[in-house]
């Protein structure tokens, strides 16, 4: 039996626009399954195979690249999906390294129970710095950020890092001999506790992912849009302004945790308020809307200044080019090199396919 005139057209029709829209739906899982192989496969790289090339210099190095990505990443829910800019995350950094040394040195406690003990001390204290800043944004948030982390970072050079004495500080100036702070027995050596650090970081990443991909992150987004158009939507901005606080704020007291280890001393001069600004300086270029921003900043934070001193160069003039990179990406790439770099090597690549591509080929001459 025969279909009627014109039914086959539109039920190919349909069959084709419904082919294409499972290649359209199956195009976005593709996709997904293959950065999550790439990034199987860079994890494994970077735990496995990284340890093994590089020198203890390096290791040490990429060890503070893990810490400062986690210190990134806080900083990066704020101004990237909140649109919050705070200039106080390294003296967020210092109040957690503090938590965790004290603990450290005071009780025999497991090396995680720590970080998280120290993450939710600064997660404290991070409500307590955004209760005041919640109705204030641009410019004003930041200059009062700045002027806090000012202050704490005073305080702390008054009562100093706790290094092995007796009270409450757990201060002794007169200690000849100063004990480091502990690592984990699993990490005791410096790849070891490398491998551990990333290890925590990816914990971080994957708890701010969690949250992107759930009911906070959609508000967030529609905070940093408009946030009259998400208070008429029924979302309540307080409290979502105040989660990013406290989110930032443990993932960064995590971090202190894991540098208090990598160091084994702290001391207050390795936490100046001015380092706030250098840090959101990377933040931007890296790119504040992509988690790999955060690495990216992390690298340009501490890799860099390490490989220029191993080369014999000041690592003051970075300062010059912190800020070429912000004017760069501020006027040409908001997204930042974590969204630029991959588009221009993809259209440099297709750019060099078309010209292969289009060659003409070589005229062959016959014999006369």
Do not use: C
């Not at 293959?34 to 203890?56: C, Y």
């Not at 480091?180 to 990443?205: N, Q």
């Not at 906070?216 to 302004?241: C, D, F, H, M, V």
């Not at 690495?295 to 890799?303: G, P």
């Amino acid at each position: 039996m025969s279909e009627p005139k014109g039914r086959g057209v539109v039920w190919t029709e349909e069959r084709g626009t419904s082919d294409e829209g499972r290649r359209r739906l199956k195009a976005p899982r593709r996709r997904a399954s293959g950065e999550m192989a790439v990034i199987a496969v860079l994890l494994a790289f970077v735990l496995f195979g990284l340890p093994q090339l590089m020198s203890l210099y390096y290791i040490d190095t990429m060890t503070q690249v893990a810490v400062y990505s986690m210190v990134a990443l806080g900083l990066g829910v704020l101004v990237g999906r909140v649109g919050l800019v705070s200039l106080g995350q390294v003296a967020v950094l210092a109040i957690g390294a503090w938590v965790a040394a004290r603990l450290l040195f005071a009780t025999a406690q497991p090396y995680p129970l720590i970080l998280l003990e120290a993450g939710l001390v600064t997660m404290v204290a991070g409500v307590v710095i955004g209760l005041p800043a919640l109705r204030l944004r641009g410019l004003y948030l930041a200059l009062i950020t700045l002027m806090l982390a000012g202050g704490l970072t005073v305080v702390l050079a008054t009562v100093n890092f706790p290094n092995g004495g007796h009270g409450f500080l757990g201060y002794n100036g007169s200690l000849l001999h100063i004990p480091p702070i502990r690592r984990p027995s699993i990490a005791a050596s410096d790849p070891a506790y490398f491998r551990y650090s990333v290890v925590v970081a990816l914990l971080m990443f994957a708890l701010v992912l969690a949250h992107i991909r759930t009911k906070p992150g959609r508000a967030w987004a529609a905070i940093r849009q408009s946030e009259p158009a998400a208070l008429a939507a029924g979302i309540n901005t307080w409290l979502y302004k105040l989660w990013a606080f406290a989110l930032a704020s443990f993932i960064t007291g995590v971090a202190g945790g894991v540098l208090a280890g990598a160091v084994h001393y702290l001391y207050s001069i390795g936490f100046p308020t001015q380092d706030s600004i250098t840090l959101l300086a990377v933040v931007l270029m890296g790119g504040v809307y992509s988690l790999w921003g955060a690495v990216v900043a992390a690298l340009l934070y501490q890799f860099l200044p390490a490989l220029l001193n191993n080369w014999g160069v000041s690592a003051d003039w970075l300062i010059i080019l912190f800020g070429l990179g912000v004017l760069q990406v501020l006027t040409t790439a908001p997204a930042g090199l974590a969204d630029q770099v991959p588009r221009d090597l993809a259209r440099l690549g297709r750019f060099v396919r078309g010209r292969v591509r289009h060659r003409p080929a070589p005229t062959q001459g016959g014999a006369t």
